[in-house]
């Protein structure tokens, strides 16, 4: 075991990494519900009326969050 595995160990680096890793992926699923939740709201106000763009819209944003969490 190197000087940097000795520190990284000493500091739990790979700990705090991992439950930042854990806590983003938590967010982006809350992040899912919230756009699914919007999107329903948005359904019972227009009475399903524009449910296909709603769906889409949903699909789409949906999609970037999953983007923003792979870079």
């Known amino acids: 075991m ?5 520190a ?3 500091l739990g680096i790979d700990d705090k990494a991992d439950q930042a890793s854990d806590k983003a ?3 982006q ?3 899912k519900a919230t756009v699914d939740k ?3 709201a948005v359904d019972d106000k227009t009475g399903g ?3 296909g763009h709603v769906d889409k819209a ?3 944003t949906k999609d970037a ?3 923003m969490n792979k870079k």
């Open 2 to 6: 190197g000087m940097l595995d000795k």
């Open 8 to 10: 990284k160990d000493a």
């Open 25 to 27: 992926k938590q967010m």
């Open 29 to 31: 699923d809350k992040a």
């Open 38 to 40: 919007a999107g329903d």
């Open 49 to 51: 009326k524009h449910s």
């Open 58 to 60: 949903q699909d789409m």
């Open 65 to 67: 969050i999953d983007k």
